[in-house]
């Protein structure tokens, strides 16, 4: 069986867990705290030990056996310790909940994390380092393009794109053909009807920008 170190000991890190409990296959090593906060060092967390910091990695170095999930939600840090990790030869694996359908031509990359009842239709295309949370419905022909995160309940129609990074907060819906900007913000409950540009922040019924990105 194979091994997993997660990175990351906040909710991120339970859910992939919990993922693994139900799947059985791998054998959690360790949590890596990606926040450098000594006081959960030692603690178990699912029964699974926080190892330490970053600087815990020299207990668990890369080997053909061993894969990692970055249980991190948070955009710079994630991209930080993807890079620092991939540089060191560390290679990543995706937690997907037994519960999730996905079609059979969804194309995925690797590191993400697909949690309970989450729907990807036909021709979809999910970037690496992706999670999608419980209850999102990602239609026929998305694209979700690396780090990007998908709330709890969040519906699309077809052929959406997400650029990199993109958040799309509890509930919120998109319509077919929309465009999602790199690293923008959808708020909770949003109803997605115009492109919605690179860096800005939209929320409402239908969605207005709140806060444009830099230029």
């Known amino acids: 069986m194979r091994r997993l170190l997660v990175v990351g000991a906040g909710a991120q890190a339970r859910y992939v867990l919990n993922m693994v409990g139900l799947l059985k296959d791998a054998v959690v090593v360790g949590l890596i705290d990606s926040h450098e906060n000594a006081q959960f060092w030692g603690r178990a967390i699912l029964g699974a030990t926080v190892l330490g910091g970053l600087a815990a990695l020299e207990q668990v170095r890369p080997a053909s056996d061993l894969e990692l999930i970055v249980a991190v939600a948070e955009l710079r840090r994630k991209r930080e310790l993807v890079q620092l990790l991939a540089g060191r030869g560390y290679r990543f694996r995706n937690a997907i909940h037994p519960s ?14 697909v949690n309970s009842g989450v729907v ?48 799309v907060y509890t509930g919120a819906s998109i319509i077919p053909d929309r465009i999602v900007g790199r690293e923008s913000i959808v708020g909770a409950g949003a109803v997605v009807i115009r492109d919605v540009p690179q860096g800005a922040m939209v929320a409402g019924v239908p969605a207005r920008v709140l806060r444009r990105g830099a230029t």
């Open 120 to 167: 990807i239709e036909n021709g979809a295309a999910v970037g690496d380092h992706v999670i999608i949370h419980a209850g999102s419905i990602i239609e026929h022909d998305n694209v979700l393009e690396d780090y990007v995160n998908i709330g709890p309940g969040v519906s699309t129609g077809g052929r959406v794109r997400f650029g990199e990074g993109a958040v």
């Open 100 to 113: 999730a359908v996905i079609a059979a031509d969804v194309r995925m990359g690797e590191g993400c994390i």
